[in-house]
């Protein structure tokens, strides 16, 4: 079965930085589009950002604030996504979500992405 699970959330203080990671398991394809995401309980859900797998090539959406760089290794079945100067509003609910068969292209679309991970909390304090 398709697995994802988050780690590397916890309590920051702000100004700091944050690695979070998604190991993945299960797929049969090896080209595939992976993504972050986080919401916050009563909002909307946002991108932050997509990596293609295995190539390695990404794009960042705007609520990534020029504040995250997502990478992978491609070795270990694990993405990453780093945050850097963190932000109270960063808190929220991180997940990585992963679409199969397919590099990441055009309009991101929550819809897309059959199999998502369950979720690491970011919690940052002023």
């Known amino acids: 079965q398709v697995q994802l699970v988050e780690s590397g959330g916890g309590s920051v203080q702000a100004g700091g930085s944050l690695t979070l990671s998604c190991v993945y398991s299960?797929?049969?394809?090896?080209?595939?589009?992976m993504a972050w995401f986080r919401q916050v309980p009563g909002k909307v859900r946002e991108t932050l950002a997509r990596?293609?797998?295995?190539?390695?090539?990404?794009d960042y959406h705007a609520a990534a604030d020029d504040r995250c760089t997502i990478s992978q290794d491609s070795a270990k079945n694990t993405i990453y996504l780093r945050i850097h100067s963190l932000k109270p509003e960063d808190t929220a609910v991180y997940y990585c979500?992963?679409?199969?068969?397919?590099?990441?292209?055009?309009?991101?679309?929550?819809?897309?992405?059959?199999?998502w991970g369950r979720g690491t909390q970011v919690t940052v304090s002023a």
């Open positions: 979500a992963a679409k199969f068969g397919v590099d990441c292209w055009g309009k991101t679309l929550e819809s897309d992405f059959p199999s």
């Open positions: 299960g797929f049969t394809t090896s080209t595939n589009c």
């Open positions: 990596i293609s797998t295995p190539s390695g090539r990404a």
